[in-house]
Every structure is written in C-alpha cells, then in structure tokens.
C-alpha cells in the first residue's frame, strides 16, 4: 500500500522538483500540494496523509508552529521538515516540536526519500542526516556552556531586568563581585551586553524563551531509517 503525501511549501519550483522527484516512487503517492498553512490545514483534515513535507518558512508562519499544530491535531502524521535553514539549532527544534524528520533542501534525493518512509512508519522517533554529528556539537557547546549555581542565579536576575546593584543586594554579595560575576557570564555566552546575554542563552536554552515544551520523540540516526514496513492503514490508496 502506497505511502500517501502531501507536499506544503511556498515555493512553486519546490514543488514540482518533489512532485517529479516522488512520481517516480511506486509506494509514494502525492494526494496534495498546499502553499501555504491555511491551505493544508483543511486538506491534512480531509486527505488524511500518511505523511507531510513542511518548509519551515511559509507565507502564512513559521513552519515549525505548524509542525508543532499539526502534530498535537494529528498525532499519528509523519511530518518532514524541509528547509533551506539546516542550522543545528532549527534540527533540534524540529525535534522538539514533534517533526519526524529534518531534511536540508540541498541534501540528495535518497536522503530526502528515506525521511518521508521514516516518517511514514515512525512518526514520533525523530530522525536526521547528520544527527549524530549535531548532538555531539551540542554537547560540547553545553559543556562549554555550564554554569555555576551563581551563574544560573545572575542569569535569571538578568533575565528579570535587575542592573548590577539590584542583583548584588538579592545575592547578598558587592557590587564589584556581582560585576564579576556578569562579566564572566558574557564571557561564556559570548555576549557583550545584557540583551546579547539573553539572546544566546535562549539560543542555548539556558532560559526559557516561552514556548511549549518539547514533544515526547525518539532520536533515531539516519543510517538507521531503512526501508520500513508498511503499518496497518483503513485509508483507500
């Protein structure tokens, strides 16, 4: 039974390079194309794909916002991140929002098909070209980044708007030590003033940024997302 797709991007030449790139694929079969993400809401709703490729930049929002929408309306969808934008911090939070896998634009044809039959078969085990290679930038990068506990502290007093004599008087410390203390957090972000602090340790969520937690997924390397089994489907190909 073939895999059925639906293809959301806001790209025409994108597109049709999927649509001739999957017509040649005899368990894929492409039910629709949307633009936008008020044009694949309904159609996701009454096509009912087995699996969606997603950009992240669409003319309506941010494709991950999608993923993530679309993920908690439909939990059972496979859902390929597309994208142009194939920095480490957009492939975690592609996983995040609940993806099933995150493809560059520029990556090989067979990349791209072996992330749509991830998907199709695993739709919350994440999985990524490269991915082994991310989590350990990332993990050096958060050991780069470790804070102390009064670190964590001038961080989350920075992060409420105190200025130095503030956060001196809450910490229970002098003004000269608690400018130590936010110079050597600079320092480890790489930052230069409070606002450039607060961006990167978003960045590096150290803080929060507002958003909703991550999705319950799975990390699965590429290599390991061979051709599946087809799961049980009542939907007519």
Do not use: W
């Not at 996983?95 to 739709?123: M, Q």
């Not at 490269?130 to 992060?159: C, F």
């Not at 409070?194 to 340790?201: D, G, P």
């Amino acid at each position: 039974m073939s895999i059925r797709m639906t293809i959301v991007d806001g790209q025409i030449l994108i597109r049709y390079g999927l649509r001739e790139l999957l017509s040649h694929q005899p368990d894929i079969e492409i039910v629709a194309e949307c633009a936008t993400a008020a044009e694949a809401a309904p159609v996701i709703a009454t096509e009912r794909p087995d699996v969606i490729t997603l950009d992240t930049s669409l003319p309506d929002g941010h494709g991950l916002r999608v993923a993530r929408e679309f993920r908690h309306r439909h939990p059972g969808l496979g859902i390929v991140i597309l994208t142009s934008q194939d920095e480490d911090v957009m492939l975690f939070r592609a996983a995040e929002v609940g993806a099933s896998a995150f493809v560059s634009k520029n990556a090989p044809a067979e990349e791209v098909l072996v992330a749509i039959r991830h998907a199709a078969v695993a739709a919350t085990s994440f999985t990524a070209p490269g991915l082994a290679a991310a989590l350990t930038r990332r993990r050096k990068l958060q050991e780069r980044l470790a804070l102390s506990p009064r670190e964590t502290e001038v961080l989350r007093l920075l992060r409420d708007g105190m200025s130095i004599p503030a956060i001196s008087v809450a910490m229970c410390i002098s003004q000269s030590t608690a400018k130590t203390y936010v110079a050597r957090l600079y320092k480890k972000l790489g930052a230069a003033n409070r606002a450039q602090a607060l961006m990167a340790a978003v960045r590096h969520s150290l803080i929060g940024s507002g958003e909703d937690g991550p999705a319950n997924v799975t990390f699965i390397p590429a290599h390991r997302a061979g051709p599946p089994t087809r799961r049980p489907t009542a939907l007519a190909s």
